[in-house]
């Protein structure tokens, strides 16, 4: 290949490279500046898994539901998930649809367990957060996220099925600011 | 001639030579015309591996002191900042490609930092957003943008990641009971590059290393993607993937074989435990296939193409290259098809009959090299004969499943042998004494 040809071919080579990270980038700013936010509960979990390195493992709470009417969905089958809100203001899945829905909000979601009743593959599996609060972090988790007590809900922004966690939030606190309130003590 | 001229010089003629304007012994004339004969050359693989390692400590470097203040930076930095390591190597690309041939040691580090930079930017954007953790999507991503930086700059470390990548993504697949089917096309779009570099530049330096990291990424990948679909045929799979680097490494080339002999070694080796292990019973009881089952697994395995495409391979060498090769040779070559005819026909009922008949495969490699090596006074073949006569003799040694007469007779009749041998090849060499 000539001088001018492997210029050419380089530039065109970093143009993808820059232009998939920014359509990353670009879908999730435009859900996190347009779209809805709803407070989803998160599924308690085991009080010595929930941190791994640096990041918050969540599940979302609610993710067994029937599968449409007349239908039996396969293990890894997409499907599209209708958000509704209960009356103190968190969100759940109301019911699940083979087809894109017309109206109201949902999320484009996979099924880990098919069959009549489906069982959902969580699209929110972590929360990054800084290593030095990490600890003071998991602490606070750990007390709100058990099973007899869980205030713990994840702020995801949804926009045309897609959803992007805003933040998890602890007693009402987002969870950057529940654990520097715990650092710094009563 | 200065140092800076030498580098250029050293870097056109690699160009020259590749492209069939002049050959070695003119190209070793012209270095030592300038001087430039041996010390430039090491030189160069001295810088190329210093940059190597200096590009990538620098670059983890960044990313860590990024890391460390990464919590208190908003999402707008932090976006921008993910960009900064795929910008700085892309930049960094141009520059090598702008300077041509002079800048070739730096082209393996640049293309490594470029590679590493596209994992770190996306991996720096799943951050920022919270993205779910899918290794496989994350790894293939990362594979698919990073692939074209090989053929690009001719990158053998960047294919050595490449190779890493897509054995990672198969053994992730398999193991989490999805589809491997992907791996294969992962493993199409590398194979141009790796065939021209194979037939075109065996005699560069990186091309062994190359080969080998293809090689190691296959013997792992392989068997992880068609386990789903041979099952109980893998001993075949296996002794195949080793008789092909065993055929490939083995056959006589005008230049450098192509893995510098290491492809021998490791297919050897790997054809001496598989068929001491085919010795055993207990191995044939769980891998026979009484005859009905033939037709049917036979059908499956060919028509998928792969299995019966390893099979064949070392044969098809063996053929081309049959004269040229000493029996032992060929024998190893035929063992995927030995084993594939003996597995399709032994009753797991009837195992211990099978293990017994196949000790005569390691006995034949093993007598075969000592023979050849003894004619050729080849030392390594020599070796290798040892190899497999000693592993089958400590095996059988222990075998507490034959008698200790059977094996006191084995063993009288075979030492017998090799005396016999012995005796015969010092009397040869009497003779040609006498005669010179």
């Given at each position: ?172 606190l987002p969870i950057r600011q529940a654990a520097i309130q715990r650092t710094r003590g009563? | ?101 002079s800048a070739r040691p730096w082209w393996e580090a640049v293309a490594t930092g470029w ?287 034959m008698s200790f007469t059977a094996r006191g007779l084995a063993f009288v009749i075979l ?22």
């Open positions: 290949m000539n001088a001018p040809k492997k210029t050419l071919v380089f530039l065109l080579i970093a143009c993808v490279q820059l232009a998939v990270p920014a359509w990353m980038i670009v879908t999730r700013e435009r859900t996190l500046s347009g779209g809805h936010a709803y407070r989803f509960p998160v599924a308690p979990v085991d009080p010595y898994d929930a941190f791994r390195g640096r990041y918050v493992a969540i599940r979302l709470d609610g993710l067994d539901l029937p599968a449409p009417t007349g239908t039996v969905m396969a293990s890894g089958q997409r499907v599209y998930a209708r958000i509704a809100q209960r009356p103190d203001g968190t969100a759940y899945f109301e019911s699940l649809s083979a087809s894109r829905p017309a109206e109201g909000d949902y999320l484009d979601v996979r099924v880990r367990d098919g069959g009549e009743q489906v069982h959902l593959l969580s699209p929110f599996d972590r929360f990054y957060l800084d290593e030095e609060l990490a600890p003071a972090a998991e602490a606070a988790y750990r007390e709100h996220a058990s099973r007899t007590n869980n205030t713990t809900y994840a702020v995801i922004r949804v926009r045309e099925g897609r959803g992007v966690i805003e933040d998890l939030v602890i007693a009402d009563p | 001639m200065s140092r800076r001229h030498l580098v250029w010089l050293n870097g056109e003629m690699e160009r020259w030579e590749r492209e069939g304007v002049i050959d070695k012994p003119t190209a070793a004339r012209i270095r030592g015309l300038y001087g430039a004969d041996a010390s430039p050359a090491s030189r160069s693989i001295a810088l190329t591996a210093l940059s190597i390692v200096g590009a990538l400590l620098v670059g983890l470097g960044i990313i860590l002191l990024l890391a460390r203040n990464w919590g208190d930076l908003s999402r707008p930095v932090r976006t921008i900042l993910a960009f900064a390591p795929l910008l700085v190597t892309q930049a960094l690309t141009w520059r090598v490609l702008q300077r041509g041939g590679a590493l930079s596209i994992g770190a930017t996306v991996a720096l954007i799943a951050q920022t957003y919270h993205l779910p953790g899918d290794f496989r999507v994350f790894l293939v991503s990362w594979l698919l943008l990073g692939l074209p930086i090989v053929y690009l700059l001719d990158s053998s470390v960047v294919f050595s990641l490449y190779a890493a990548g897509s054995t990672a993504w198969v053994i992730d697949a398999v193991t989490s009971n999805q589809p491997p089917d992907f791996y294969w096309w992962l493993l199409a779009a590398v194979t141009p590059w790796l065939w021209h570099r194979l037939r075109e530049n065996s005699a560069r330096q990186g091309t062994a290393w190359t080969a080998l990291a293809g090689v190691v990424a296959l013997l792992v990948g392989f068997p992880f993607a068609l386990a789903p679909l041979l099952g109980r045929w893998w001993p075949v799979l296996f002794a195949a993937l080793f008789a092909c680097v065993y055929a490939l490494d083995a056959v006589e080339r005008d230049g450098p074989r192509f893995l510098r002999g290491a492809g021998r070694l490791l297919g050897a080796l790997g054809l001496l435990i598989l068929s001491i292990a085919l010795t055993f019973a207990p191995f044939w009881k769980q891998h026979g296939h009484p005859p009905a089952d033939l037709v049917t697994k036979g059908r499956l395995a060919f028509d998928h193409g792969i299995l019966g495409l390893l099979v064949l391979s070392p044969l098809l060498l063996t053929v081309r290259n049959g004269r040229r090769w000493a029996p032992h040779q060929v024998l190893l070559s035929l063992s995927p098809l030995l084993m594939l005819l003996t597995s399709s026909m032994t009753d797991p009922d009837n195992a211990v009959g099978a293990a017994r008949l196949f000790n005569l495969y390691p006995l034949g490699v093993g007598a075969l090299a000592l023979w050849a090596g003894m004619r050729r006074e080849a030392v390594g073949t020599i070796n290798l004969g040892m190899l497999f006569t000693g592993a089958l003799v400590a095996a059988r040694f222990f075998d507490s499943d030492g017998s042998l090799f005396i016999a041998a012995n005796i015969y090849m010092m009397r040869r060499k009497g003779g040609r004494h006498e005669r010179t």
